[in-house]
């Protein structure tokens, strides 16, 4: 069963704290992605990653950080500098072979304590 | 921000009624995608559509595409309870995705 799988589904931070939300895809995709959703918002990029060991900086980066040291994996930190944390984060993955659809992982909600 | 736009906000209908959603956009694009969340949900894709081409078709979906105005459509015809939910925009520039701020669809049965 391929796909985008997130978690926890659900996480609190509480201040002053850094927390990390997993993305795994074994889509065998090369591109990834993370963004925020506020409430009744679109989505916004976070970061991207087109390839492993390489990612950029999306619109709204601050506070955040990423690693992709394995293509299928491409975890997010939310870092004590995010001062307004709470959202709903989704990852998403795409190839880089001129397919154009992302695809998403069911999201995680965080929240602060 | 290149975020684009999307009109109405929220969209009330019966069901078996026709439901029509309005994108705007910023910047040049090679296409333009429709996905659509389910409340608390990952998105879903819908349909795309390529910068050169004007209509496409997919099931009870209907897009189009005027690069001229940087606008798009997207037509649910004979809508159903089941098509309630949020419906976002995407336009890709080749590396990133920019999302509108979505139309909520509510179908009454």
């Known amino acids: 069963d391929g796909g985008i799988t997130q978690s926890p589904k659900y996480l609190f931070r509480k201040e002053g704290q850094n927390v990390t939300l997993s993305c795994e895809q074994n889509?065998?995709?090369?591109?990834m992605y993370w963004y925020r959703q506020d409430p009744g918002q679109g989505l916004r990029l976070i970061y991207y990653?087109?390839?492993?060991?390489?990612?950029q900086k999306g619109d709204i980066a601050e506070g955040y950080s990423v690693s992709r040291e394995k293509k299928e994996s491409f975890p997010l930190t939310v870092t004590s500098a995010q001062k307004n944390p709470t959202a709903f984060y989704l990852c998403?993955?795409?190839?880089?072979?001129?397919?154009?659809?992302?695809?998403f992982g069911p999201g995680t909600r965080l929240l602060v304590l | 921000s290149q975020q684009g736009e999307e009109d109405p906000q929220a969209l009330s209908i019966q069901e078996g009624e026709n439901a029509t959603m309005n994108c705007s956009y910023k910047?040049?694009?090679?296409?333009l995608q429709w996905y659509r969340q389910n409340s608390g949900r990952g998105l879903v894709h819908l349909i795309l559509?390529?910068?050169?081409?004007r209509e496409k078709h997919s099931g009870r979906l209907r897009v189009t595409l005027d690069t001229s105005k940087k606008s798009s459509s997207l037509l649910i015809t004979a809508s159903r309870a089941a098509d309630t939910a949020s419906y976002f925009c995407?336009?890709?520039?080749?590396?990133?995705?920019?999302f509108g701020t979505g139309t909520s669809l509510t179908v009454i049965p």
């Open positions: 998403a993955s795409r190839e880089n072979d001129g397919q154009e659809t992302q695809y």
């Open positions: 889509l065998n995709h090369d591109a």
């Open positions: 990653s087109q390839i492993v060991n390489d990612f």
């Open positions: 910047t040049s694009i090679n296409n």
């Open positions: 559509i390529r910068s050169n081409e």
């Open positions: 995407a336009t890709d520039t080749g590396n990133q995705f920019y």
